[in-house]
């Protein structure tokens, strides 16, 4: 008898979708909301009979392990799954369209978390415990491609580290072995440490005051960095500046996947001390977060505003939880946020947090971007390159892993940072021409493609909205987000016709 590895992906994504159903279904019951509670059975039914059609139809099948076929399936994942995702919400949602309802989801699924209902009060509940839900979901799905098919294909930010002779043992490994088995593999690994840390971080949570819907939600938020609440962030929340530690702490997951899977890998930086990407993220929320506390010092000195201590370590707090918050594109503001504002009366320019959304937290983790190891490779290259200006005749240390990502590691990089800014030109150009000025199509851009959907909220000063877009800049929009989320570079490689012999 065949086991679940024998089963297509897509086929126990779809399982899982289904599973996922019931869990709104309790909450629903438990709120005594009877209508919720039938239509997420009724549509948790039908889409568990068509998935059981189906498996049972594609179960004796023989599939090859092209890499062609796994990134086919994880596309076809994004593009057709939130149509099923999105039937119980378009059903209860009788203000929203189905593309309307298609893009809640498409955005939870990526963990974007860009929502067009600006009022949380709108959605019941269990609506917003389904948002969640699906991006917590959305975010182990991608650490479980991200070590399964991007990992041995040198994708998604592995190509960055990975020497010539390991690419072809990476490739000759990707053929011999099935995607199930991999798939199935870390499914099982990461699965467990997942579902702990998001249980950890909600009853510490609910021990710091919170709420536990809201500890729920905003602890799958923070795990998967969809930035999905259904108070609308931390400003609708009850908790305070503990609360926020907690989400800080945890928010590092998101920096490097050696915090979260720590020693897999033989390479000089695998403890959490050596980490270059880690090393990176404290610099950005050091140095930021002390000239924004500058600024906005000054700013008070000028215009005689009153403050004490307090105020300036509680602006300073702010803006690191905040930046911390946008780098690994989570999107979640501090409470604390608007005290330096207030306290000096400048405000903080949008593109800050539009470059920090860009940049990405780290490879094979939940957070999207450009990733921060290939800013680490730019840099030494940058520096080397330096170097060479005034010796010529010098030699760069390292080793030969340190040579490797100056040299091959910066020139991939390079590649990737220019495809990402070409992307993000086409994206504008096309939002531009549904009716967008430069800035807010810029904005909404980026947002999609680094897969951090609050950005807009913080980085356009005025009543920008995702729920004012016409529809060609929301399907504009989510064509975006399957980029950023599954990257350019390996959509193009669908293109490629050596890639399919």
Known sequence: MKGITDIPFF???????CIAMFFPILHAIRLEDWLTARTFFYNGAFLGIITTIIGIAVRRQDRSASASTHLITMLCAYVVLPIFLAMPFAALVKTASFFQSYFEMLSSLTTTGATLFDDPKVLSEPLHLWRSLVGWLGGFMILVVAMAIFAPLNMGGFEIYALQRHRKEAVSQMQKAEVSERLNKFANQIFPIYLMLTLVLTFTLIILGERAFIAVTHAMAILSTSGISPVGGLSGSSGG?????VMFLFLFFAVSRNTFLPGREQESWRTIKHDKEITQALLCITIIPALLFIRHWTG??????QGDAITGVSSLWGSSFTILSFLTTTGFESQSWGTAQNWSGLGTPGLIFIGLSALGGGVATTAGGIKLLR??????HGIREMERLSYPSSVGGAGQRGRAIRREGAFIAWIFLMVFVFTLGIIMLGLTLTGLDFEEALVFAVAALATCGPLVGISIEG???YILLSDEAKAILCVAMILGRLETVAVIALFNPNYWR
């Open 375 to 380: 800013i680490y490779a730019l840099y030494k």
């Open 463 to 465: 009543s920008s909205s």
């Open 300 to 305: 008070a000195i000028e215009a005689n505003a």
């Open 241 to 245: 500046f503990f609360v926020e530690l």
């Open 11 to 17: 086929v126990i994504l779809m399982a899982l979708s």
